[in-house]
Structures are given as structure tokens and as C-alpha cells.
């Protein structure tokens, strides 16, 4: 077994899992209508409870206790991708939210779609544990895909303003999307069967059929290792990330004994 990839597989897995599913909780009590701020929320429960089993496997790989990866480890430490830990809009949620929907729809979206393809690679990884835990959180994640790529329709054929705020938020979002394929320290093989560029091939051959399909212009599509900005991959993160955690791990740093 290729101990350091798996490792470092699974830190890439559970840090994108846990951070978008703080950032989706932010929603709670902001989102358009109460029946959305419902869905957002079971959303960010699931993204919390895949970190957890990511977590978990670390734990039983020796890496430590899965709460404290969760909470304790430093920004440096982490393997998210940045667009992941990016704020869903000025203000923070206690201070002036200004939060931005369709920047919210359009990250979610470029993420869904590659979780889903990084779930169908990991299904057949050589690592039992892994590809069975990735066919299992595989058929949560297909509903959250359907549900973003739902409103990133609404949103484009609303009216003027929802698609000028649509549009808004995919130029936004989309010098980031490159970052979610470069694969830090994972080296493609039996555990992870597919390499950066193939991903990117399948994304794209999803991706651009729905801008086409709502009058979009394709914004390109993303280049492994040739995005600009940080790598959270390996390491490299904004300062999003620092308060981000400092939130997060707010309450552990309080009752580290806490089962969460």
C-alpha cells in the first residue's frame, strides 16, 4: 500500500469536506426562503459527517485523534482547495452578512461536480476502506450536485438581476476552480486510479454542456498546476482560512473533551 498517498488523500478529502461544510452553515438563517435554508443546512450536516469518516480513517491510520485534525491543525497544515475556504461574501455572520448567493451557487456547483467525479475515481481504489466509504458518501453527494445544478438554472433564467449576480459569482469563483485538481502529495496509482488532466477532461465534458444550455460564455477550462494564487493542496492558503478556524475550532479549543 502507498501509506503516504493514502495519507495525504485523505487529508485532501476531509479538510474540502469540513471546510465547505462550515462555510454552507453560515447560510443558516440567511439563505433566500426558509424551505433553502433547510436544504443548506442538511447539506452542511452531510459535508460534516463525510469529514468525520475521513477523519476516522486517519485516526486508524495513527495520524491522531479525528477531533483534533478536525479542530486543532493549523492553516499550514491543511490540504483543502482555496476556493473551498474563500468567504461566501463581505461581513462575517454575527457582523453585517453580506453574503452573495450566486457566488455561493457557482462554487458549489464547480465543487459538487468534481466531488462527484473524485468519488466515482475513489470507488475503485485499491483501499478497501476508502472505495466502500466513497460508494456510500457518493450517493449523498449526487443530490447535493442535483440541487446546486438546479439553481445555477433558476438563477440563470430568474430574471436580469439573478443572472447578472450569477455571472457575478462564476468570474469570481472561476480563478480558484483550478486549484480543486492538482493533487499535492497524492501520486495517481491503485489508490487513486486517475491522473489531474483526466479529471479536468470529465469536468469540462459535464460542466460546459450546462453553460451552453443557459447562454453562458464558457470562462475556460481548468488548467492543473497552471492556476494562479495559492495551492491550499500543499499547504498554501489566504487568510480566510485563518479565521475560519479560529471559529471553528472555537468550541474544542473550549471543551476539548466534546464528542462533535
Avoid: C, K
Avoid at 447560510?27 to 459527517?49: K, T, Y
Avoid at 491543511?78 to 453574503?99: C, K, M, Q, T
Avoid at 464547480?110 to 458518501?137: C, N, T, W
Avoid at 495517481?188 to 447562454?215: I, Q, S
Wanted: no cysteine.
Amino acid at each position: 500500500m502507498d501509506r503516504p498517498t493514502l495519507i495525504a488523500l485523505l487529508y485532501q478529502l476531509a479538510d474540502d469536506e469540513l471546510v465547505i461544510g462550515h462555510r454552507d452553515s453560515e447560510w443558516l438563517g440567511l439563505a433566500p426562503h426558509i424551505e433553502e435554508d433547510v436544504a443548506f443546512s442538511s447539506i452542511a450536516q452531510d459535508e460534516v459527517g463525510h469529514a468525520n469518516l475521513y477523519y476516522h480513517l486517519l485516526e486508524e491510520l495513527g495520524e491522531g485523534r479525528a477531533d483534533d485534525l478536525a479542530f486543532l491543525r493549523p492553516a499550514a497544515a491543511r490540504r483543502n482547495a482555496v476556493l473551498l475556504e474563500r468567504p461566501n461574501g463581505p461581513g462575517s455572520y454575527l457582523d453585517r452578512p453580506e453574503f452573495d448567493w450566486g457566488y455561493t451557487i457557482a462554487r458549489r456547483l464547480a465543487y459538487d461536480l468534481f466531488d462527484q467525479i473524485r468519488l466515482e475515481v475513489l470507488a475503485g481504489s485499491s483501499h478497501a476502506p476508502l472505495a466502500q466509504a466513497a460508494a456510500r458518501i457518493r450517493r449523498e453527494e449526487r443530490y447535493h450536485l442535483i440541487h446546486h445544478t438546479t439553481w445555477f438554472r433558476r438563477l440563470a433564467h430568474g430574471t436580469d438581476e439573478s443572472r447578472r449576480r450569477l455571472a457575478a459569482g462564476v468570474a469570481r469563483a472561476w480563478p480558484d476552480v483550478g486549484g480543486l485538481f492538482s493533487l499535492g502529495e497524492v501520486v495517481p496509482g491503485p489508490l487513486f486510479p486517475a491522473t489531474a488532466e483526466e479529471m479536468v477532461d470529465r469536468w469540462t465534458a459535464a460542466m460546459r454542456p450546462l453553460f451552453a444550455e443557459v447562454g453562458f460564455d464558457w470562462p475556460g477550462s481548468p488548467v492543473p498546476g497552471g492556476f494562479t494564487g495559492p495551492d491550499g493542496r500543499r499547504g498554501q492558503h489566504t487568510p480566510d482560512l485563518d479565521g475560519l478556524l479560529e471559529t471553528m475550532g472555537e468550541v474544542y479549543r473550549i471543551a476539548p473533551g466534546a464528542a462533535w
